[in-house]
Structure formats: C-alpha cells, structure tokens
C-alpha cells in the first residue's frame, strides 16, 4: 500500500540571489520542519541538487547568468522523468513567462510579493505528490522484476533470456560484433534429486545459480535459468575464446563448491557441463541457430564424461550453409 509521507522530513532547495528573500525562505521552511539548503546562483543549485538529491526545488525565475528557466531545464534534461519537483518564485506574471515555466517542467508558481499561506500548501502538495511517485515508481520496478527474474533461484528468467538474446542480436547484427552463448547443465541432477530431496535440489539449484552469477564480471553478460537444471549466459561481444574462458571458470567453480553427489556416476560431488557456441550474425542466421550451436556442445560435453565444456564456431555461411568448428 502506498503511504502518504509526512512532508516536514524532506529537504528543500532554496534558489535566490536575493539574500534577503533567501534568508526569509530559509527561516521560515526551517520553522515548518523541513530540511533547507541555499544557493545564491543556478550554477550553485545544480551542484547542490546533485549532491543532496532535495525532494523540492524552491526557485527564484530572474536570476543573472543561469536564470531559473534555465536550471530547470538542466535539471530536466540530466535526470528526465524523476527530478524532484520545482516551485518557481516569480513577480512576472505575464501569460508567456507562464507558459514558459510549465513548459519547461516546472510543477507550480507562485508570485512575489509572497503569500506564506499559500507557500506552505503548495510546498506541501508538491512533496507529497513527490513522494508518492517515487513509491508508485518503486512498486512499478518491482513489479517488472518480478516479471523477468526467477523466483526460486533469483537469476534471470526464460522470458528474460528471450528478450535479451533477440536485443543483443540485434546490436550485433549492426555492429558486426561477436555474440556467444553458453548453456550449461548440473551432471545427473534427477539422481540429485531423487537422492537428496527436492527441497535439497532447490538448495543446490540456488547455490549453484549464485555461483554462476559470482562467476560473471561484465555488466553486459546475463546469468538466466533456461529451464529446470539448465542455465544460459549471454555473452555480449565475447569471442568464442572468450567464452571458453568464462566456462571453464564456471565448470571450476561449481566443482570447487564440493556440494556432496553420492548418486553421481561420474564424480562425488555436484558438477557442471557446459555448450558454448560463437558466432557473429548475419541475415542468413536467427538467434535460434546460436542456442541449437550450444545445445550441440552441450550434448558433446556430456558425451565426453560431464563436468567440462565443449565449444563451437559457427563460421560464416558459405554457399547457402553453415560450417561448425569445434573446439
């Protein structure tokens, strides 16, 4: 449920070059409960704003050199959508410097000389909203994620992967950049399983996702469950090398976690396989040729005896086909 917040606790900004006007803001928003902080010039305003983030922008329209229009306007165009509101302090009250005001995002005016009675409510009214958006904006954020993020492991959904794969195909299709892909497998997770639990096998699957994700240090490269065992990172820009490097330290580290495996054929403890496939798109290929690349390695990890990685090049098509090169 949204909360309405009380306002006294916010921190205003208050814009004048006029001390005498600043001083009887200042005094009176303090004796109100607000935190207040000066500036006697636009260029001032903006570097306070940025370093203390006020919930309100109280702002003085005719100042020299950056008048208030015009530090609104920055303000605007440095964080669009989520500044903090601004109350511009105005004696024009011609209809264009109106006009101007709101249409450069301010949220409300108020004239000079000042009627404290109505500053007080609209200081008040400005906040709240404030607030209230900020919360609607976190709800909303948190909504998405909900969306897009696996619940019980907390990586990357399959939905997450689809939209992410298709997005950075598209960018490397552009760019002509490399693209990779590794799809990676827990060894005879069933006999896990069946062994231990389900609860223990939701353990190991979280354990194992967090690792995965401890494992990957670029921004740009995406840890998503693929669907009950299986994992598949994204690997933006990232050659095939590259991504031979990053399943190795994946394979390592899910092996070094000794997560006990009685049940396991091929080794006492939890281990991992992983398909890794390369290629820089072309019109002749679809995102779907990639993730069949790296169900095909997969598949030769496995066959191999688990716990390592197998990789495939897919060289550019020749002749209407293409040519996989294993690794």
């Not at 814009?15 to 636009?42: C, K, Q, W």
């Not at 939209?163 to 799809?183: K, T």
Request: charged share 20%; aromatic share 8%.
């Amino acid at each position: 449920m949204l909360v309405q917040p009380e306002p006294e606790s916010a921190t205003i900004l208050v814009v004048d070059d006029d001390p005498f006007t600043r001083h009887m803001l200042t005094r009176y928003l303090v004796r109100e409960g607000y935190r207040v902080i000066e500036a006697a010039n636009g260029e001032a305003a903006l570097d306070l704003y940025w370093r203390d983030l006020p919930d309100l922008v109280l702002l003085d329209a005719l100042m020299p050199v950056i008048d208030g229009f015009e530090v609104c306007k920055r303000l605007h165009t440095m964080a669009p959508g989520s500044p903090a509101p601004v109350l511009m302090i105005t004696g024009l009250e011609d209809e264009k410097s109106v006009d101007q005001a709101f249409e450069i995002g301010v949220a409300d005016y108020i004239t000079k000389p000042i009627n404290w009675a109505v500053l007080r409510q609209r200081v008040r009214r400005l906040i709240a909203q404030h607030r209230l958006e900020q919360q609607l904006r976190e709800a909303n954020y948190q909504l998405q994620q909900l969306t897009v993020i696996d619940s019980l492991t907390q990586v990357a959904n399959r939905r997450r992967f689809d939209e992410y794969l298709l997005q950075e195909w598209g960018r490397a299709l552009r760019e002509h950049q490399p693209l990779s892909l590794v799809i990676c497998d827990i060894d005879h997770f069933k006999h896990y399983n069946d062994h231990y639990g389900h609860q223990a096998g939701d353990r190991c699957l979280q354990v194992v996702a967090k690792t995965l994700s401890q494992s990957i240090h670029r921004i740009a490269d995406l840890v998503t469950r693929y669907g009950g065992e299986e994992f598949a990172i994204v690997l933006p820009n990232t050659t095939l090398e590259g991504a031979t490097q990053v399943s190795d330290r994946l394979v390592r580290s899910v092996q070094a976690l000794a997560l006990p495996h009685q049940m396991s054929p091929t080794s006492a403890v939890v281990t991992l396989s992983c398909g890794v496939a390369s290629l820089i798109p072309m019109p002749d290929y679809l995102p779907s040729d990639l993730v069949f690349t790296a169900d095909q390695a997969l598949y030769q990890a496995k066959n191999r005896g688990r716990n390592q990685f197998r990789a495939i090049y897919v060289m550019p098509p020749n002749t209407g086909q293409s040519v996989n090169v294993m690794v």
